[in-house]
Nanobody, 126 residues
Framework: LRCAAGVWGGLVQAGESLRLSCAAS????????IGWFRQVPGKEREGVSCIISSDGSKVYADSVKGRFTISSDNAMNTVYLQMTSLKPEDTAVYYC???????????????????WGKGTLVTVSS
């Protein structure tokens, strides 16, 4: 899994937007759940959003609902996380992850996934 941030490398000001992308290869994309998670040093990992590309099922953490949008481009085997109205508390290392789709999306948001990307730092300044 390859995870990339926006053009400016993930450093934005509060209120601005940023798009993360996750390119998947080596497995049948449409059979997997793809998700975004984030972690601040010293804190527990938090599920941000997950999507099942085959049917479009999505779930969001309450902390990002209405501000973040997850989408998938099945032809490109890529999942995007469009983040708008960013807040300083959104600052974290964001990880893309994947698991074979056995359960509903909410399960993966709460429990994590099997395969993880390297992570990309998103910093939101006030």
């Amino acid at each position: 899994l390859r995870c990339a941030a926006g053009v400016w490398g993930g450093l934005v000001q509060a209120g601005e937007s940023l798009r993360l992308s996750c390119a998947a290869s080596g497995f049948p994309f449409d059979h997997y759940v793809i998700g975004w998670f984030r972690q601040v040093p010293g804190k527990e990992r938090e599920g941000v959003s997950c999507i099942i590309s085959s049917d479009g099922s999505k779930v969001y953490a309450d902390s990002v609902k209405g501000r973040f949008t997850i989408s998938s481009d099945n032809a490109m085997n890529t999942v995007y996380l469009q983040m708008t109205s960013l807040k300083p508390e959104d600052t974290a290392v964001y990880y893309c992850a994947a698991s074979l789709g056995r359960y509903g999306v909410r399960w993966y948001l709460d429990n994590g996934m099997d395969y993880w990307g390297k992570g990309t730092l998103v910093t939101v300044s006030s």
